[in-house]
Structures are given as structure tokens and as C-alpha cells.
């Protein structure tokens, strides 16, 4: 009798311990979060009351790199709390390691498998695809991923061992399609022979349920990706690689299908509008973006964008409601995205006061927008008589909520010709369109051709006494409607000698 209450009582201890390693204790602002998305959540696209799937999706977690077992537990930890319902799934766009591939080891994966254990609720699978830094064009890393995940991390995946070696994932989850292809570096499009069979597999599915979305996840998609993905309005493609930040639209894209880059859980990358690696961004590992993605009843999807560093969600949610064979479902098309709220500065004026004779000191207010992107970046250059410097800066990828955004920024150029300079100050949005330019005269003046079509700053400077020509290319599928000039009488030849001021030249284009 008493061995049996004895065995009674470690069977209690046992079923509370798992009890408490996987209940979690929420704050405030968890609490805050489950009633703003879920409980009082309301839209005619989304039915947040009536959730039948539930999943994390995230990207490039370089386990190895520093701080990132920290970082990953960190957001696994913070899924946990905030889904409301269960954390069906874990998705991890490729790069879940830092140098698997690159040294043929296999630590990382170890240190990778031991931070989800630890954290993950244990009803939750694991999807995971193999980015670049996870295999190697001559060893393959499958197998060694394989082994050390173990049984348990296949739990969802209905392909048979032999399959998943050759790069292939197909899971299901909660009646839901999740295809998936390891990075294959003899390929051209990365993706290789696996492409024919997702192909293959996409026909199948889509078929027999054409109005429920199908998850799809390669980590690092080239043109042949997309051709093949474009024949099925039902994919939602999921990638990494860029390490593109979610904080504003550029980061879901939607053609014939819905394209949604990551993000990503160890540092961001940031391009200028000329496609150049921007430089001072800052700590730019103090970074981890990811998703929290819920479908409903009806099969439309809310995508949550997730700030795992400062645990708080970028506004607005994206809905993308059930698949329509007009492809009406799309509401993020380049068309339908809203570029109209140009970025503008309402202080054009720079503070001097801490420059010296050779070093050009200066410091701006920060531009406003009425969009819901924040401002991706400002474009600073310095005109001398026979050269351009430009200085870029960005802070708002580190930044949640836009009243936390500097209300002022500094920039410094050294070596600057004391009596002929010029500064002009421009702000972006993610869609490349500028603001009005902030203007700095000294010995050399502008002409500014500014439009009602968003679009990149138009901006040269000159010595007074140059001959200037005006030449303006509408873009495309828009006609000049009319042109006027300020600061300058402006002839049918578009020509004039520069004046000692700048001259603003507004261009009105109309629809062709």
C-alpha cells in the first residue's frame, strides 16, 4: 500500500513539474498584447475568435554567433506568452546555424536543438529549412541535423527520412500545407532540383483545396522561385537571407502570390536607394524580428509583426484573407500600397553652431509622415566644386513605436572648402519616394526639381554663372502636364545662367 502511495505521489510531482515548465507567468504588457490582438481584437477580414491555427516564423538565428542562444530563447519564451491559443508551430527560415556549414562541424546544431527544448511548449513542432551557413556544397549537413534533432523534430513532417535528407519538407499542421527546400549552393536559383517538386506538390494541394493558403519556405529565392510560385495564388511564401527588416511594408510583397521576407533574430542589413550597404546604423545586433501568424475558421491569415528585442509588434497587421482565384485577396500589391504620404520637413533649417572652418557640423530636425512607415532613412550630401559626399543615416530599425524616434538628428563631413559648400538634407520613405530638401547655401546654390509623383530627390547644385539645362523624363506611364519655376524665368529651352539662389522647378505630371 504504501509503495503504491509513493508512486502516487512522484506520478503528482512529475505531471506538476511539466505543468509548471510549460505554464508561463504574464506581465502586463503580455496581458495587454492577448487583449488587443485576440480578445477585443475586431476586423470584417479576421475572426480573432475563432483561431484554428497558430505559428512563430522567424529566420537567420546564427546560432554561434554572439548573445544568439540568448536572443532565440528570449523570443521563444515571448511566442509563448503572447499567442493566446497554443504556438501550434516554429518556423525557421534557413540559417539556424553560423558556420555548420562553412567548417563541417556540428556544435551549433546541438546548441540550437538544446535552446528549443528548453524553451518550446512540448505540443509545438518544429518546421526548419536549411539556409546557406547551414550547408556545404560538398559535405551534406542533413544528415548531421537529422541525427541530432531527432525523432521528435520530424513530429509534423509526413515525408519519409530519406526525403527530408535530399532537402525536402512537407508538414502539415492543424490541416494546413507547410512545403519547404534546403539551400542548395549547385544551383543557380538555390533551390535546384526541389523546385520540380514543390511544383508538383502545390498542383496537388492547391486542387483539392483551393481556398486555404499554403505556407511555403526556401530561404533565399531567386527568379525560377517565383516563376513557379506565381501559378498559385494560394502560396505564402516565407524567406530569409536579406535580413530585412519587418518594420515597414517593403518587407511583404504580393504579386500573383504573398511574399514574406523574416526578417531576422541576429542583426539587420540596410540599403540605400542606390542599392548601397548604408554605414553607421548603429548596434545592429541589438535586433530580433520575427512573426506570430494566426489563421482563422475561414482561412484568412493575420501576420504579426514581431519585435522580439523590445517584445512589442509593429502596427499595422497584415491580413491576407482566404485565396480568391481573381487574386482579389491581395491587398499589398505595389499598386494598392499606400505611397502617397510623402515624408516632409517642417523646420528647414540646419544648426551651425558647432562647426569650424575645415569641419561642417550639422544638425536637422527630424522630418514628419503621415503614413504608417515610419521614415527609412536620410540621404545627406555635401556639394563642393568637384565632388559629392553623401552620409546616410538610419536609426528606426532599432525602434518600435514612432514616438520614440530622435527628434533630431547630427552629421559631421571634415575636410570641406571654407567658402564653396552646400548641404542638402533629404528623407525617404521604404518606398524610395523623398521629402522636400533641406538647403544650405555657401558659394553654391540649387535647382530643385520637385513633382506630385513620389520619387527620389532630384537635386544639383552649381556656381552662380553656369549654364544650366533642364532636361525632365516623366516616369513611366505619367505625362508632363506643366512646369513652372521659382527663382528663375524659365524659357521653352529649359535653359537659364544659375543665379546667385536656388531655383525650384515643380513638375506636374498626370496619368497617361
Known amino acids: ?32 498584447f492577448i487583449t488587443r490582438y485576440y480578445t477585443e481584437y475586431e476586423s470584417d477580414l479576421f475572426d480573432a475568435e475563432n483561431i484554428v491555427l497558430t505559428f512563430a516564423a522567424m529566420s537567420d538565428t546564427h546560432i554561434g554567433g554572439k548573445n544568439q542562444p540568448e536572443k532565440l530563447a528570449k523570443a ?11 504556438l501550434d508551430a516554429l518556423l525557421f527560415a534557413g540559417d539556424l546555424t553560423d558556420v555548420t556549414g562553412y567548417k563541417v562541424q556540428e556544435d ?3 546548441i540550437f536543438k538544446k535552446v528549443i527544448e528548453e524553451n518550446k511548449d512540448k505540443n509545438t513542432s518544429i518546421l526548419y529549412i536549411l539556409g546557406n551557413h547551414d550547408v556545404n556544397d560538398e559535405v551534406s549537413m542533413s544528415p548531421s541535423f537529422y541525427r541530432i534533432f531527432g ?6 513532417n509526413v515525408l519519409e527520412k530519406e526525403e527530408i535528407l535530399s532537402g525536402k519538407h512537407h508538414w502539415i ?27 508538383t506538390k502545390l498542383k496537388e494541394i492547391t486542387e483539392k483545396e483551393p481556398n486555404k493558403p499554403v505556407f511555403v519556405s526556401v530561404h533565399a529565392p531567386r527568379t525560377n522561385v517565383d516563376r513557379v510560385l506565381s501559378k498559385y495564388p494560394q502560396v505564402i511564401l516565407l524567406t530569409g537571407h536579406t535580413h530585412l527588416p519587418l518594420n515597414s511594408d517593403r518587407a511583404i510583397k504580393q504579386t500573383t502570390y504573398t511574399h514574406l521576407h523574416c526578417g531576422g533574430m541576429y542583426y539587420y542589413r540596410q540599403y540605400t536607394v542606390d542599392n548601397k550597404l548604408m554605414d553607421d546604423l548603429g548596434e545592429i545586433h541589438n535586433f530580433m524580428q520575427g512573426y506570430l501568424i494566426d489563421v482563422d475558421k475561414n482561412h484568412n491569415v493575420r501576420v504579426i509583426r514581431m519585435d522580439f528585442y523590445h517584445e512589442k509588434a509593429y502596427e499595422p497587421v497584415w491580413i491576407i484573407p482566404a485565396p480568391i482565384e481573381d487574386k482579389s485577396h491581395l491587398l499589398y500589391t505595389e499598386e494598392l500600397k499606400d505611397k502617397s504620404k510623402r515624408p516632409y520637413f517642417e523646420d528647414t533649417e540646419i544648426d551651425l553652431s558647432d562647426s569650424m572652418t575645415y569641419t561642417f557640423v550639422g544638425r536637422f530636425k527630424a522630418a514628419k509622415t503621415e503614413s504608417t512607415n515610419p521614415i527609412e532613412l536620410y540621404e545627406i550630401k555635401l556639394w563642393q566644386t568637384d565632388k559629392v559626399d553623401t552620409k546616410y543615416i538610419s536609426t528606426y530599425y532599432a525602434i518600435t513605436e514612432k514616438e520614440d524616434f530622435p527628434d533630431e538628428y547630427e552629421f559631421r563631413f571634415i575636410r570641406v572648402d571654407a567658402d564653396i ?11 524610395g519616394s523623398s521629402s522636400n530638401n533641406i538647403l544650405y547655401n555657401k558659394g553654391l546654390y540649387f535647382v530643385d526639381i520637385r513633382s506630385n509623383v513620389p520619387g527620389n530627390a532630384n537635386i544639383t547644385a552649381y556656381r552662380p554663372g553656369e549654364n544650366v539645362r533642364i532636361k525632365i523624363t516623366p516616369p513611366s506611364g505619367y505625362r508632363i502636364e506643366s512646369i513652372s519655376a521659382e527663382g528663375v524665368e524659365l524659357d521653352d529651352s529649359m535653359s537659364f545662367v544659375m543665379p546667385e539662389n536656388n531655383v525650384i522647378v515643380n513638375v506636374t505630371y498626370s496619368k497617361r
Open 108 to 110: 551549433e546544431i546541438s
Open 151 to 156: 525523432e521528435a523534430f520530424y513530429n509534423a
Open 173 to 199: 499542421v492543424n490541416g494546413y500545407h507547410f512545403l519547404g527546400a534546403d539551400f542548395d549552393w549547385s544551383a543557380d536559383d538555390y533551390v535546384g532540383k526541389n523546385l520540380e517538386w514543390i511544383d
Open 1 to 32: 500500500m504504501k509503495r503504491k502511495i509513493v508512486i502516487l505521489i512522484l506520478l503528482v510531482i512529475a505531471i506538476l513539474t511539466t505543468s509548471c515548465a510549460t505554464s508561463v507567468k504574464l506581465t502586463e504588457e503580455d496581458k495587454e
Open 76 to 86: 521563444i519564451k515571448l511566442l509563448n506568452k503572447r499567442a493566446k491559443y497554443r
Open 421 to 431: 559648400h552646400a548641404v542638402s538634407i533629404s528623407a525617404y520613405d521604404c518606398h
